[in-house]
């Protein structure tokens, strides 16, 4: 089945530093990409939209300034984390579409970003 | 706008017993519509999805659920829990129109063994 790739699992960075999450679909082409965001204990809110080759569509009250998303190829899109500070620690989680598959999201394993 | 609710924020049961999770959703259109669950600082893992035709869907893990239009609900369901079950249990909707995933605020599944 389709599997999508999330690097790293886990990061520590300082606040005022920046932070690159990867996702990865490993076989399949994946047009489409999600970006979640999870706080302890609750759910996930879409973040963005990201799309090979355009712009990211983001969710009302997402800073893309500061959550800048890059899909330069139908494998990989990017979220970096940009001047990350401590209300920014979080799990993220990715996902993708895999439209062989007759529809349905595979996600990711997620990111546990802890900003210091 | 679509949204999904799940009434119960925390269920437990006995291991051996039935489960049946609760999942409601608004949406103008027939949905795609999923069930994910996510063990503990892992990622979602689908359980099983609906797009059309039969309403009874049987996913992996011995997990079913029944779309119900006249309800809209999509409510999960399993004979017999394992202990292996607790985790975190996610409805979610597509929109089709922009293909993104909405997901409900989740159940938390505790079993007693």
């Known amino acids: 089945g389709a599997v999508v790739s999330q690097h790293p699992s886990w990061v520590i960075c300082k606040s005022g530093t920046s932070v690159k999450i990867e996702c990865r679909s490993l076989?399949?082409?994946?047009?489409?990409m999600f970006w979640y965001r999870q706080f302890p204990k609750q759910s996930l809110m879409l973040m963005a939209t990201?799309?090979?080759?355009?712009?990211?569509?983001?969710e009302q009250g997402v800073e893309k300034d500061k959550f800048l998303i890059n899909h330069a190829s139908l494998t990989l899109s990017t979220l970096t984390v940009t001047s990350a500070h401590p209300e920014d620690s979080s799990f993220y989680i990715c996902?993708?579409?895999?439209?062989?598959?007759?529809?349905?999201?595979?996600f990711g394993s997620g990111t546990r970003l802890t900003v210091v | 706008a679509q949204s999904v609710t799940q009434p119960d924020i925390h269920i437990t049961v006995s291991e051996g017993a039935s489960l049946e999770l609760r999942c409601n959703y608004s949406?103008?259109?027939?949905?795609?519509l999923f069930w994910y669950v996510q063990s503990p600082g892992q990622g979602l893992q689908l359980l099983l999805k609906?797009?059309?035709?039969?309403?009874l869907v049987q996913g992996i893990k011995g997990f079913e659920a029944e779309f119900k239009r006249s309800q809209s609900s999509f409510n999960l369901r399993k004979p017999s829990v394992h202990w292996s079950d607790a985790a975190e249990y996610f409805c979610?909707?597509?929109?089709?129109?922009?293909?993104?995933?909405?997901f409900g605020p989740g159940t938390s599944l505790s079993v007693i063994p």
């Open positions: 996902s993708a579409r895999d439209r062989g598959d007759g529809g349905g999201y595979t």
């Open positions: 076989d399949f082409q994946a047009t489409t």
């Open positions: 990201s799309n090979e080759g355009s712009k990211a569509t983001y």
């Open positions: 609906y797009f059309s035709g039969d309403t």
């Open positions: 949406y103008g259109a027939t949905p795609y």
């Open positions: 979610a909707v597509g929109v089709t129109s922009y293909d993104k995933v909405i």
